[in-house]
């Protein structure tokens, strides 16, 4: 009888959507239990833009147009649209040929090549992981400023401090002359283009550098986002060494410990239980 009046209640909101004149937009399929828009579901359910997907003890696998695929872990939670998904607990691994994003704590992860995938999670003190398995991925924040390249094999962390200026930079790191243009080369191995002052005696020095980042702004083929400076010092010379690589728009950016593992090889073995 109780797996009956499920059945039916998800067959009621599948209709209240329908009667909305939304378009399913994809399908889940759990591995245990799994809730949709608030209703337990069992195997498998189809989802609309703007649903609200939550797993328990048990992984999930959404798939969607343009050979998008997620799966999100267990115990995490998150609304689908067509082109996005809004990650609000837990970790989803994305695998998408398309501009599909993966959005947490305001960040926006995108893919920055074909057959790309990785791993996103949301970590305790605010702060967000991305793991590439494959391909590349580009993680900017809500004003489109790009915070960082993770590239295959590599975890970048961003942790958000205060609010800051979006367009907000301080990079440590190392000045080096190429073509004509100065660049400030970070940990991490992001570079960006620096102007607004002469930085010639600086150059094969390690330094720290504040200004604002111009968004939306790289150079020739994307190789560096373009900083003017507002101030620099050598590294160690102003309040001691200096120990954070990047902060942009008050995100801290930081190369992670390891290379984060796929949550399907994580969780597919979890037997099925209820929420």
Do not use: W
């Not at 590439?132 to 942790?159: K, Y």
């Amino acid at each position: 009888m109780l797996k009956k009046l499920q059945v039916l209640a998800v067959l009621l909101c599948m209709l209240s959507y329908s009667a909305a004149g939304t378009v399913s937009i994809g399908t889940a399929s759990a591995r245990g239990d799994m809730r949709v828009d608030s209703y337990m579901v069992k195997g498998n359910a189809t989802l609309f833009d703007g649903s609200v997907v939550e797993t328990g003890q048990a992984s999930a696998d959404l798939r969607l147009a343009k050979g998008t695929e997620i799966t999100m872990a267990v115990s995490s939670r998150g609304t689908l649209y067509s082109d996005r998904l809004v990650l609000q607990q837990g970790q989803s691994e994305l695998a998408a040929n398309s501009s599909f994003q993966l959005q947490a704590n305001g960040l926006r992860v995108t893919p920055s090549e074909p057959h790309s995938r990785g791993v996103v999670s949301m970590k305790s003190s605010n702060t967000v992981e991305v793991a590439a398995l494959t391909g590349s991925f580009g993680v900017t924040n809500d004003h489109g400023v790009l915070l960082a390249s993770v590239r295959p094999g590599r975890t970048v962390s961003f942790a958000m401090q205060a609010a800051a200026g979006p367009l907000s930079f301080y990079g440590v790191g190392m000045v080096s002359y190429e073509n004509g243009n100065y660049y400030l080369t970070i940990a991490t191995d992001e570079k960006f283009l620096l102007t607004g002052q002469d930085f010639s005696k600086y150059v094969g020095k390690k330094m720290q550098v504040t200004g604002t980042v111009q968004a939306g702004t790289t150079t020739a083929g994307g190789a560096a986002q373009v900083v003017t400076v507002s101030s620099l010092a050598i590294n160690g010379a102003v309040g001691g060494i200096s120990t954070t690589a990047l902060i942009i728009g008050g995100v801290v950016v930081a190369g992670g410990v390891g290379l984060a593992v796929g949550v399907y090889e994580a969780t597919k073995a979890t037997p099925a239980a209820s929420l």
